[in-house]
């Protein structure tokens, strides 16, 4: 599914070294679903060819504010009205420093003082550049009046420094204009504590318990409730994958730092816990890797503490929603961990299904609450996020 289909993004390209870096984030918008219009400066185009944007967008280029008009469309020549987003990527202090004074002296300036979308920009400049309080005037003083901003991040710049100035990466640049265009407000005011991946048990320094959960479903919920407008904590256990924008990632191993942590948090509005935590872990973890004998080995295994339980335990009126990976009486085992656990509802899946369940981008799963039962279809684990919030929001709703 294309999350983006139907939202217009207009992207204005600067004339800075990093101008290349703009491609991908055309394609990947595309990719998306979402229609790119581009406007270049005319320092731009010495960077990279309009042709080369005109061919990924499928969009006619603008490059020029006094350019014969060949054609009249109503579109083409309202950019400004046109946007959902307005993204400038690279932009420099140059244009930056025009935007926050008022000039608009060619069509991307003049463009961006018309519009009434969000905008967003994107710096890159030398670290030295970036760090004069010239320009760190003019990027508060557009932050003041509503421009919001995607930091530079940190390395060795073309130009050989090494510091702050360097566009962020491209995928995070599409990330952030998919969340300003798919962002509501249904979530904002409350905080919500999500968990997510595997907890790893320890032996020894080199050995230990764990389980196959990526973490891929419950940084998709973290995902889907910052687009609602959540303040979004995410505690996580070891994974694989990019984190995601929330408020406040915290990375954990254990089921005890686990424990501790989502206890510290226990006050949040909503709580979900996707994560997979070991229910057993070794009684006695040694220090130095033990070594192999010829007689076998024996490690005895104790309890770990339930963190959902004791959530449901001390439960006063947040909404508090539970996993359950099964592999045979789905709904048997469902319902009674929704009783046993005091939960809102909770979602079951069969991961001995290799369509869905742990390491895959699908899912299909059952919600079961206290007086029915939804099957969803196989579907995408952002998908079956936005199903789950929407249930939340219905619930805070009728509350």
């Given at each position: 599914?294309?999350?983006?289909?139907?939202?217009?993004?207009?992207?204005?390209?600067?004339?800075?070294?990093?101008?290349?870096?703009?491609?991908?984030?055309?394609?990947?918008?595309?990719?998306?679903?979402?229609?790119?219009?581009?406007?270049?400066?005319?320092?731009?185009?010495?960077?990279?060819s309009?042709?080369?944007?005109q061919?990924?967008?499928?969009?006619?280029?603008?490059?020029?504010?006094?350019?014969?008009?060949?054609?009249?469309?109503?579109?083409?020549?309202?950019?400004?009205?046109?946007?959902d987003?307005?993204?400038?990527?690279?932009?420099?202090?140059?244009?930056?420093?025009?935007?926050?004074?008022?000039?608009?002296?060619?069509?991307?300036?003049?463009?961006?003082?018309?519009?009434?979308?969000?905008?967003?920009?994107?710096?890159?400049?030398?670290?030295?550049?970036?760090?004069?309080?010239?320009?760190?005037?003019?990027?508060?003083?557009?932050?003041?009046?509503?421009?919001?901003?995607?930091?530079?991040?940190?390395?060795?710049?073309?130009?050989?420094?090494?510091?702050?100035?360097?566009?962020?990466?491209?995928?995070?640049?599409?990330?952030?204009?998919?969340?300003?265009?798919?962002?509501?407000?249904?979530?904002?005011?409350?905080?919500?504590?999500v968990?997510?991946?595997?907890?790893?048990e320890?032996?020894?320094?080199?050995?230990?318990?764990?389980?196959?959960?990526?973490?891929?479903?419950?940084?998709?919920?973290?995902?889907?409730?910052?687009?609602?407008?959540?303040?979004?904590?995410?505690?996580?256990?070891?994974?694989?994958?990019?984190?995601?924008?929330?408020?406040?990632?915290?990375?954990v191993?254990?089921?005890?730092?686990?424990?501790?942590?989502?206890?510290?948090?226990?006050?949040?509005?909503?709580?979900?816990?996707?994560?997979?935590v070991?229910?057993?872990?070794?009684k006695?973890?040694?220090?130095?890797?033990?070594?192999?004998?010829?007689?076998?080995?024996?490690?005895?295994?104790?309890?770990n503490?339930?963190?959902?339980?004791?959530?449901?335990?001390?439960?006063?009126?947040?909404?508090?929603?539970?996993?359950?990976?099964?592999?045979?009486?789905?709904?048997?085992?469902?319902?009674?961990?929704?009783?046993?656990?005091?939960?809102?509802?909770?979602?079951?899946?069969?991961?001995?299904?290799?369509s869905?369940?742990?390491?895959?981008?699908?899912?299909?799963?059952?919600?079961?609450d206290?007086?029915?039962?939804?099957?969803?279809?196989?579907?995408?684990?952002?998908?079956?996020?936005?199903?789950?919030?929407?249930?939340?929001?219905?619930?805070?709703?009728?509350?």
């Amino acid at each position: 599914m294309k999350s983006l289909k139907g939202k217009n993004v207009v992207l204005g390209v600067t004339g800075g070294i990093a101008a290349y870096k703009a491609v991908d984030v055309v394609s990947q918008l595309v990719k998306r679903g979402a229609n790119v219009n581009v406007i270049m400066t005319k320092n731009a185009t010495n960077f990279v060819s309009p042709l080369t944007f005109q061919s990924l967008s499928h969009n006619k280029v603008v490059d020029n504010m006094f350019s014969e008009v060949q054609y009249w469309d109503i579109e083409h020549i309202s950019l400004a009205q046109k946007a959902d987003v307005f993204a400038i990527v690279p932009a420099t202090a140059n244009v930056i420093g025009k935007i926050a004074n008022g000039i608009a002296d060619d069509m991307l300036t003049t463009t961006i003082m018309a519009t009434k979308a969000t905008v967003l920009i994107a710096p890159a400049m030398n670290t030295n550049m970036y760090l004069n309080s010239i320009y760190q005037e003019n990027e508060n003083k557009l932050k003041e009046v509503g421009y919001e901003f995607i930091n530079p991040a940190s390395g060795v710049l073309a130009c050989g420094d090494i510091g702050s100035g360097k566009l962020a990466d491209t995928k995070d640049i599409a990330d952030t204009i998919e969340k300003v265009l798919l962002r509501t407000n249904k979530l904002k005011n409350k905080r919500v504590l999500v968990t997510a991946g595997p907890t790893v048990e320890k032996i020894d320094p080199v050995r230990y318990i764990t389980n196959r959960s990526t973490g891929k479903m419950g940084y998709a919920i973290a995902k889907a409730a910052d687009y609602l407008g959540a303040t979004v904590e995410l505690v996580s256990g070891p994974t694989n994958i990019e984190k995601p924008s929330v408020s406040e990632f915290i990375s954990v191993e254990s089921a005890d730092e686990m424990y501790r942590e989502v206890m510290k948090r226990k006050d949040a509005d909503v709580i979900i816990m996707t994560a997979a935590v070991s229910d057993y872990k070794p009684k006695e973890s040694f220090d130095q890797k033990f070594k192999k004998t010829n007689g076998p080995l024996k490690i005895e295994l104790t309890r770990n503490q339930d963190i959902l339980k004791s959530l449901g335990e001390t439960k006063s009126n947040q909404i508090l929603v539970g996993f359950a990976a099964e592999t045979e009486n789905i709904e048997k085992y469902a319902k009674k961990k929704l009783k046993e656990k005091n939960l809102d509802f909770i979602v079951a899946n069969d991961v001995s299904k290799k369509s869905s369940g742990f390491g895959s981008d699908m899912n299909e799963v059952i919600i079961f609450d206290k007086d029915r039962q939804i099957q969803l279809e196989m579907m995408s684990k952002d998908d079956v996020a936005k199903e789950i919030l929407n249930k939340i929001v219905g619930l805070l709703e009728s509350r």
